[in-house]
Every structure is written in structure tokens, then in C-alpha cells.
């Protein structure tokens, strides 16, 4: 048996012992064990089973339990006249019990934004997997788009990490818009003016944390959907739209599924630009949920 200490005062338990005849004794009996001893609520997050491999030995981690489920919906639309999107995005849950949110904007359109973006989302994945904390992983992720292209090219970065044993989800915003947090009826904005990453070795970090319960929506999208009445002039049938219209349309919405919410959004930003998109188009929804 090993115990390792975590951050935010958590523990891993990693047990080695005899491959059971498939009785699921790590399940069923070891970890009520551990939980008990410890006082904690633990699971297994990571299992490598001796009777599957056909080894003797069994090795299991158990965790914090996560109090937190989420269930994610994305929707998409590349610039009008462009077959490559240059924005990018991630959805992942990390072994230590952090749900991780991203968007990032990359300079222009097209490939070259796209690489931009994908590079700097994959990038902040691989530090933050490998158990860095999401500062750190975002002031990494500026300094390696610097060195790589000094002066040339940029990011936006929009990133929310989520502690799934707690509920609190803390936002890190390097150049990107607002993201918001719909619970019932009412929206909780949360923008910074920070700039974008590649542009200078020392950026500013401005965090902002927000506590979440069960049903809760956290919202994030790119520019593009922001920048989607600019162009309204241009339609044949020019309307009025309101500078709060996402808030607006958020507050109205009664549906739970992430992914019609983000296509809702997206939709609705298109109508705005007279079905064409002046800007690549992003948004990303996550719904959170007790787990039983």
C-alpha cells in the first residue's frame, strides 16, 4: 500500500495485491476497507486488473470520490468561405478530480489560426494531465506559443477547471469574451481584460471562482459569436440587437441538454449576421450534476 498526499488536501491510495478469481475484491471489499480507515469517501480511478492481463498481481488507485458529474455540448461553424475552423476546444476530466474546460481563438482564420489554437489547447491538456495547476499550465502554454513564434502569431485562451469533489470551478481568461454561469433564471457573468497568449513572456493571471450546484451551466464561446451582429448593417432586414443578448437568451432557455443549448446559441448568433458567419464560431456548454 502507498498513500500519497495531493493538492487541495486529498489523497491516492494505490493498492498492489493477489489477482482475485474475479470476485472484484478491489471494489467490494478493499475499498470500503480503505474508506473506512481513512474516514474518507474513495473510488477507483485507476485499475490495472492481473486477472485481464493474466498477471498475478493487481495495482488500483482509489481517489476522492466526485460528488460532481458533467456532461458536455459543443457547437461549431468555421468563417464564412473556410473549411477549417481556427478555433479549438476540450472537454476532458483529469484523473485528480478536476473537470477541464477549453477555448482557444487562434489569429485570423483558417489553418493557420487552427494550428495556433489546437497547439496552445494541447498544450494546456498534456501540463494539466500531468497534474499541473491551471496557472501554471496557462503562463507554460504563453511562454512555449512565445518561444516558438516570437511576435507572429497568437492565442486566445479561455479555460475553466472544475473540482468535482467541491463544486468550484475557478475561470483563467487570456484575451477571450465573457463566459457565464446560468443557474435557473439567473446568469452570473465573468470576463477579465487580460490579453491573449504569444504576445508577451509575463501575462496577467486574473482569476475568478464561482461555487456550483447541481443543474448549473457553465457557458464559454469565442469572438466569433460575440462579433456576430457586426455585420448586421449589411442584411437586407436589419434588427436591433441588444449588447446582453446571450444573458438574455440564457435566462429563457429551459432545456437541460448541453448540446441543444450550444446549438441554440450558435443558431441564434447566425440569425444576428444574416446566416453568414463574419468569424469563426464556438461555443461550449457543461452541465453539472450530483452523481449518485
Not at 248 to 266: F, G, N, Q, V, Y
Amino acid at each position: 500500500i502507498s498513500v500519497m498526499a495531493r493538492s487541495r488536501g486529498r489523497l491516492d491510495v494505490i493498492v498492489k495485491k493477489a489477482a482475485c478469481c474475479g470476485e472484484r475484491e478491489c471494489k467490494n471489499a478493499v475499498g470500503p476497507l480503505i474508506s473506512k480507515l481513512l474516514n474518507r469517501d474513495l473510488e477507483i480511478s485507476k485499475m490495472r486488473c492481473g486477472m485481464r492481463s493474466g498477471q498475478p498481481v493487481c495495482e488500483i488507485m482509489f481517489s476522492q470520490a466526485k460528488l460532481y458529474g458533467i456532461s458536455g455540448g459543443i457547437a461549431v461553424e468555421a468563417k464564412s468561405g473556410t473549411a477549417i475552423s481556427g478555433d479549438a476546444h476540450s472537454i476532458l476530466e483529469l484523473p485528480d478530480g478536476r473537470g477541464v474546460f477549453i477555448i482557444s481563438d487562434g489569429m485570423g482564420t483558417g489553418k493557420g489560426a487552427a494550428i495556433e489554437s489546437s497547439t496552445a489547447v494541447s498544450m494546456l491538456e498534456r501540463l494539466l494531465e500531468a497534474g499541473f495547476d491551471d496557472e501554471f499550465s496557462v503562463r507554460t502554454a504563453n511562454l512555449i506559443l512565445l518561444l516558438r513564434s516570437p511576435g507572429e502569431s497568437f492565442a486566445t485562451l479561455d479555460v475553466a477547471t472544475m473540482d468535482m469533489v467541491t463544486g468550484e470551478v475557478q475561470f483563467i481568461k487570456a484575451g477571450s469574451p465573457p463566459s457565464f454561469i446560468k443557474r435557473g433564471r439567473s446568469i452570473q457573468t465573468i470576463e477579465s481584460p487580460s490579453l491573449p497568449v504569444g504576445i508577451f513572456d509575463a501575462i496577467r493571471i486574473e482569476k475568478t471562482r464561482f461555487r456550483l450546484n447541481h443543474g448549473d451551466l457553465i457557458v464559454m464561446a469565442s469572438d466569433g459569436i460575440f462579433n456576430s451582429t457586426v455585420d448586421t448593417q449589411r442584411s437586407a432586414t436589419p434588427m436591433y440587437v441588444p449588447n446582453d443578448w446571450i444573458e438574455r437568451l440564457l435566462s429563457t432557455i429551459t432545456t437541460e441538454h448541453p448540446d441543444d443549448i450550444a446549438k441554440l446559441i450558435l443558431n441564434r448568433a447566425l440569425q444576428y449576421s444574416g446566416g453568414i458567419s463574419p468569424d469563426d464560431m464556438t461555443v461550449l456548454v457543461v452541465r453539472v450534476h450530483k452523481r449518485k
